[in-house]
């Protein structure tokens, strides 16, 4: 992050008064990387009436973030940069530092002079990769600081030091305590940091994931088996190290394609790793053994199901829950497209027509689940063709992606209607299903040949 060429702070600056740069935006500053989200401390005047005025002034939109609180948001006109604006607790520099969550997010900075504020040794925690909780008492006094911690290990790829470990443990059950919409926000943010898979192995040993995640309470149930070499838990972290994996050394146009932001305010890769966590939540209400066989017959549909109802209660959008759920609902497609008796030109299609925007985040979590299962069954050379096939799905979902374009719409819902002399119905709603399968199947491709399949159908 380099301060004299962030307009933000150019804009900042040019107001005149007194102004702190805070938190992650400092400790940003000091790492070099680029901030797009300010926190600052506005001294003298009403953080209220400055953010209005500053957003006045900069064609930017203006939110109330927190009233009680006095924190107020401004968006500024590009829709990527913006500012969270507050005056300091009781007007005291000193006394908001002491207030907050990690040493990490306690230094300020002086926006005029440059002149940084380090009550807590918060830069030196900073170059030693520690994160470290300023007080148990400002944990307690907001328990979402807990899964900050450990967001901001998962993100930065920090340790969390021995003492704030025992205080986030000993106080993870006041984790029912925030709202699920702030929880929400914490757990991708979380998934979206390359040490997610580590960190959730912490947050268990600490009590977090049941509290945060009761379906795995029953995934915890079920053991390796010759399939698996980990037991379901750990087969399930695993399938988020790998994810990990796969996106670091990936084509460009995976990595690219998982960085995108379209929904959810995270990237795509932070809910398919939440996907994969979660891609087997269902194998436990499925579970048969016969002999040494362990089989979950239709645990991808169930999972989905659960997931469902889950994500709803936890009020995530429906955007979030409807990728979540394809993905876990067809998390084993991918595989089975490259295992058909003739894989050709025509297969491919169909997957890639049914996987739409999303044939690439599901060859990556079945490639995922592939690594993660290794048990005396699986041999190497198992691994090796199931990677091998689905890396040839990937290329030619890549090459062929350019020149794709949406499947035509080749009767409605009336013209249906008239052909068959019905009502609205589900007998209706049957054959609109039908016709786009045969379309998928590159059986009807004009509208003739649609009139004709639904003349002909017998059903």
């Known amino acids: 992050m380099n301060l004299e060429n962030d307009f933000v702070i150019n804009r900042l600056r040019q107001t005149g008064c007194k102004i702190y740069l805070v938190g992650g935006t400092v ?63 009781n007007n005291s520099l000193e006394e908001d530092i002491k207030r907050r969550d990690l040493t990490i997010n306690s230094l300020a900075m002086d926006l005029t002079t440059g002149e940084i504020t380090d009550l807590l040794s918060g830069r030196k925690d900073i170059e030693a990769g520690i994160i470290r909780a300023v007080s148990e008492k400002n944990i307690i006094d907001d328990p979402l600081r807990i899964m900050r911690a450990y967001r901001f290990a998962s993100v930065l790829g920090f340790k969390i030091e021995d003492n704030t470990g025992k205080i986030l443990k000993k106080h993870a059950g006041l984790m029912s305590i925030p709202a699920v919409e702030r929880i929400n926000t914490e757990i991708l943010k979380l998934f979206g940091g390359k040490d997610a898979g580590k960190i959730l192995l912490e947050m268990d040993k600490n009590g977090l994931i049941d509290i945060l995640f009761p379906v795995m309470i029953d995934v915890k149930k079920v053991p390796s088996n010759t399939h698996h070499h980990l037991d379901l838990f750990h087969h399930s972290i695993e399938t988020v190290k790998q994810i990990q994996n796969i996106y670091e050394n990936g084509l460009s146009e995976l990595r690219s394609h998982l960085d995108c932001v379209d929904f ?111 048990g005396i069954e699986v041999s190497d050379e198992m691994v090796g063709n199931n990677i091998s096939g689905l890396e040839k799905l990937e290329q030619y979902y890549i090459d062929i992606k350019p020149s794709l374009r949406p499947l035509p719409k080749l009767l409605s819902g009336n013209e249906i209607m008239e052909l068959r002399g019905l009502k609205p119905s589900r007998e209706l709603g049957g054959l609109i299903k039908k016709l786009h399968e045969a379309q998928l199947d590159g059986i009807v491709q004009t509208k003739e040949d649609a009139i004709r399949y639904i003349q002909l159908d017998k059903s």
């Open 27 to 89: 400790r940003d500053f000091l790492t070099g990387k680029i901030n797009h989200d300010k926190d600052i401390i506005i001294c003298g005047r009403s953080a209220c009436e400055f953010a209005k005025e500053f957003a006045d002034n900069n064609n930017a939109s203006f939110i109330v973030l927190d009233k009680i609180n006095n924190i107020y948001r401004v968006v500024m006109e590009d829709k990527i940069n913006y500012v969270d604006i507050t005056n300091p607790v």
């Open 264 to 374: 959810g305010g995270e990237t795509r890769l932070a809910h398919l790793k939440l996907a994969g966590f979660l891609h087997d939540i269902g194998k436990f209400s499925t579970w048969t053994i016969e002999g040494e066989r362990h089989r979950f017959i239709k645990h991808d549909e169930v999972g989905a199901d659960i997931a469902k109802t889950m994500l709803l209660k936890q009020k995530f959008s429906k955007k979030q829950i409807e990728y979540i759920c394809f993905i876990i609902r067809n998390h084993i497609y991918p595989s089975a497209v490259i295992s058909s008796p003739a894989v050709n030109d025509k297969i491919y299609m169909r997957y890639i027509r049914r996987a739409g925007d999303c044939a690439l985040d599901l060859i990556t979590i079945a490639k995922a689940d592939r690594l993660s299962a290794r």
